[in-house]
């Protein structure tokens, strides 16, 4: 399985971003899919996932400000960030998990500045 990354950027405190990430390649059943971020020499940590069932779950951070969603026939999840802060300034990830194995794409570059 590839994942696809893609809508990082460059956006002033208060504003929007939204990320894609579609996953490719011998898919059989992905089961949830997710994004992560790691900040330059820390661990990297959840941000949101979402199970095929549309089963939600987000870190405290970013409740009320972030939203995961799935397109399971495209096999893609996005990742709607509002109201962003510097402090969401980091590289995000995405990443999936079929059959307990665990993917991941690219990081792509979220930068929130003035």
């Known amino acids: 399985v590839q994942l696809q990354a893609s809508g990082g950027g460059l956006v002033q405190p208060g504003g929007s971003l939204r990320l894609s990430c579609a996953a490719s390649g011998s898919i059989r059943s992905i089961n949830a899919m997710g994004w992560y971020r790691q900040a330059p020499g820390k661990q990297r940590w959840l941000v949101a996932s979402?199970?095929?069932?549309?089963?939600?779950n987000y870190a405290d951070s970013v409740k009320g400000r972030f939203t995961i969603s799935r397109d399971n026939a495209k096999n893609t999840v996005y990742l709607e960030m509002n109201s962003l802060k510097p402090e969401d300034t980091t590289v995000y990830y995405c990443w999936c998990s079929e059959y307990s194995r665990d993917y991941w794409g690219q990081g792509t570059l979220v930068t929130v500045s003035s």
């Open positions: 979402i199970t095929s069932g549309g089963i939600t």
